[in-house]
């Protein structure tokens, strides 16, 4: 475990940016999804460790449910061919959409889009596993129902059943379990949506973070200062670098300062 002086901070979203009034009715119509299907997004470069062969392993379940859904796998990557063959094997060639690498410009309306945003993230078998992958802040703060992998530092920024629901990684069948259950209930999906965008924009947005840091670092700085002032410190570590100390005559220490410092001086005469 981490010690006890370590304190782990997620990363931000600009929920401005990302927000659900960025949902595009024309990105349903470019990619031919029907205007009432339900959309499910996942983005990511296209490799082991983003998982996206089980979310694709799962959505056979989920249709047998709902028919009425729609994949968006958006990104590109080494693994791209061999994710669409297997779509294509799961006889799933008209349920998901391969957009390919998205343009910056065009996230928060892919975000905003998706009515349930996956991240199927697994340890892949050389090791390699995400950490807090930026895509899911972004898109909580898109009001998407999210479904996350208990992986890396997903845990800092989703609180299942509260704000979104987390999946053990790797396991078709519970991924398709919480697909389903958003999918069959408005209300929930409604409401994990609404609960992911509030959560960024009271804690998991930029402003916060840099709140959080500013505090770490003030934090640190008085307890390397103990119970002298800043100042005091700064003067103290001068001398010793200069390597002397007054011995005799008369020393004036100008500004504020809590009287230790000058205590420590060999002087007649200290003002």
């Not at 898109?142 to 299942?160: E, K, M």
């Not at 770490?216 to 700064?234: D, F, S």
Request: hydrophobic share 45%; proline share 6%.
């Amino acid at each position: 475990g981490a010690p006890a002086n370590t304190l782990l901070l997620p990363w931000g979203a600009n929920p401005e940016l990302f927000s659900p009034e960025k949902r595009s009715s024309t990105l349903r119509e470019r990619l031919g999804i029907e205007p009432e299907a339900l959309v499910i997004l996942a983005v990511g470069r296209m490799v082991y460790k983003k998982g996206f062969n089980i979310l694709l392993k799962a959505l056979p379940q989920v249709l047998k449910i709902n028919p009425n859904i729609h994949l968006i796998l958006g990104g590109d990557g080494a693994l791209r061919g061999e994710l669409e063959q297997q779509a294509k094997q799961l006889n799933l060639h008209d349920k998901v959409s391969f957009p390919g690498r998205i343009p910056w410009n065009e996230m928060p309306a892919y975000l905003a889009s998706g009515d349930i945003f996956c991240l199927p993230s697994i340890l892949d078998q050389a090791g390699n596993l995400d950490g807090l992958p930026t895509v899911l802040p972004e898109a909580m703060a898109s009001g998407a129902a999210v479904i996350a992998s208990d992986i890396g530092g997903v845990r800092l920024v989703v609180q299942t059943d509260q704000n979104g629901l987390v999946v053990e990684p790797g396991q078709a069948d519970e991924l398709a379990a919480a697909i389903t259950a958003l999918v069959e209930q408005p209300g929930l999906r409604h409401r994990l949506g609404q609960a992911a965008r509030q959560s960024v924009l009271e804690r998991y947005n930029w402003t916060w973070v840099a709140g959080q840091i500013g505090d770490l670092l003030e934090k640190a700085a008085w307890q390397y200062a103990h119970a002298t002032r800043l100042g005091t410190v700064y003067r103290d570590e001068m001398v010793k670098l200069l390597d002397k100390r007054p011995k005799a005559g008369w020393v004036l220490d100008v500004g504020c300062h809590d009287g230790y410092w000058l205590s420590t001086l060999d002087s007649p005469l200290k003002v």
